[in-house]
């Protein structure tokens, strides 16, 4: 008797290239995830640095740049921030938006001996930064307030905590 096998397909190859295919799907997801966020931990440096860099050229509002002037305020002078670290921390997931929070977390240095005020001033432009050029880069501005707080992207939601000076 002549059998012919013209045409064929193994019972194993097929189990072997579907459970390939369900690995590459698991893998590209993983994959997926872990590539936001590398991409919100990039845009996250560019804005710390951005905002630690430009923090004496910025543009106040009236009435801060007035209270600024009158107390001789060191925002006002170009000031020499070093940033030591920038992390974050998965805080879980957040049931009112259905996505994982992440936490930004910047440690920096100033050179110059600033009062608490003005150190906060200045944490509070370099995270104001760092959430908008992860806004800017997922573009999500629309989804999010003016101090881009939170900020979104697909899979994530992202805060900072305060600066931590050192």
Known sequence: MITDNKGQISAEFLLLVGSLIVVMLIALSFIASQNE?????SAA?????EGSSYA???????????DYSKSDYVMLVPSSVEIVNISYED????SNFEKNRIQFKVYAHSSKDLDKKELDSIGDRINYNLRKSIALTFETTKSTNKLYNPVFSPHYIFTTANVKWV
């Open 37 to 41: 966020l590398s991409l919100a931990m």
């Open 91 to 94: 805080m879980g997931y957040d």
């Open 45 to 49: 440096r560019n804005g710390v640095y």
């Open 56 to 66: 004496s050229s910025a543009i106040y509002p009236t009435d801060t740049f007035n």
